[in-house]
């Protein structure tokens, strides 16, 4: 073999040699964005999923509350009122929105409710003269 073809064949040799370095790494591209890809499904899945899910409860809470607030509204339209609202008609009926709001509490019966808590210890409460 004389060094002219020995020459030729080296280089057909490098040529075929870059040619399968471009397809692995074309290969590899590949598998990198097809993986890339089944992430971002799976990842779109769940999402969807998770808002499909939170979109539920969503719809059973307003259900629940719907159920509720009807439940309330029917106990207040039936309750018997006691003498001193009989006689008290300037102040309007109580209506949901009027139960739901938290109503000022009167300083002496706040304070009535509010006796003193002997201390605790060990399971058994300290007698109050000790």
Do not use: I
């Not at 040799?13 to 290969?27: C, D, G, I, N, P």
């Not at 097809?34 to 999402?47: H, I, K, N, P, Y």
């Not at 102040?91 to 002997?118: G, M, S």
């Amino acid at each position: 073999m004389d060094a002219e073809s020995y020459q030729r064949l080296k280089e057909a040799e490098k040529e075929h040699l870059r040619a399968l370095r471009r397809l692995k790494e074309a290969v590899r591209l590949l598998k990198r964005r097809s993986a890339l890809d089944q992430a971002l499904e799976r990842l779109t899945t769940q999402t969807q999923a998770a808002l499909e899910a939170h979109a539920e409860a969503l719809e059973r809470l307003k259900l629940e509350t719907a159920y509720q607030e009807a439940r309330l509204e029917l106990a207040l339209e039936h309750r018997t009122p006691s003498p001193t609202v009989l006689s008290d008609t300037t102040q309007p009926p109580l209506r949901v929105q009027d139960v739901r709001e938290p109503r000022p509490c009167d300083p002496e019966t706040e304070t009535a409710a509010q006796a003193p808590v002997p201390e605790k210890t060990l399971g058994r409460f300290r007698p109050a003269g000790a």
